[in-house]
């Protein structure tokens, strides 16, 4: 750790192109070092179209890494891969829904994606002893849904009013106290083992 923070902020805005639903939107990333040695995150912006099956949508995504970046900064490249091959053949696949995305759609792509982005990190030692959260938000048409591990939050903001996208994956959460013990962990101080202050 450093003894002074490095304040320096690193900004990025863009525009995604008009769709009928939304019309344009904006986003912009802000990220701080603070009092790390470097910058651990990683952060996707996808703006482009994907095609005509998901013609309006874009990917936004926080990758929060501990211990390093290397689980970040690899997590946010191929989790990008994956997400696209996915919506693309998932779409191309299902003739009478193309464009149509359901709660059940998404859920298999956020889940197959995350599975996917894993195995290959740990099969070709990407991570260098480190880990991130994951917190995805797809925009498709008029639909907005997220995944997320870990505790990198998503919020909705819509009439003044702040709507919850994502659940944090807290060792003190009793369902996720439950899905520990059930694998052979514990928690102790609020955290798995003793040591992880995430249970996801």
């Not at 936004?60 to 946010?76: N, P, Y």
């Not at 880990?131 to 990198?152: A, E, F, K, Q, R």
Request: net charge positive; aromatic share 4%; with cysteine.
């Amino acid at each position: 750790m450093l003894s002074i923070p490095v304040k320096t902020l690193d900004l990025s805005a863009g525009r995604t192109k008009s769709s009928s639903s939304l019309g344009s939107i904006k986003y912009v990333h802000a990220s701080m070092q603070g009092y790390r040695k470097y910058q651990e995150d990683a952060h996707i912006s996808h703006i482009d179209d994907l095609g005509s099956a998901a013609e309006s949508a874009c990917i936004f995504g926080v990758l929060d890494g501990h211990g390093g970046d290397a689980t970040a900064k690899s997590a946010a490249k191929i989790g990008m891969e994956v997400l696209l091959k996915n919506m693309s053949s998932s779409s191309s696949g299902d003739k009478e829904n193309v464009g149509v995305w359901d709660n059940k759609r998404f859920t298999s792509l956020y889940e197959e994606s995350f599975r996917v982005v894993d195995t290959r990190i740990l099969r070709e030692r990407l991570d260098n002893g480190s880990g991130c959260t994951s917190n995805l938000v797809i925009i498709n048409g008029s639909t907005i849904s997220c995944g997320n591990l870990g505790d990198s939050r998503s919020v909705l903001c819509r009439g003044g009013t702040v709507v919850p996208l994502s659940r944090d994956h807290k060792p003190d959460d009793a369902g996720e106290v439950l899905r520990i013990r059930k694998a052979g962990g514990n928690v102790m101080r609020g955290r798995v083992c003793g040591v992880v202050a995430v249970s996801r």
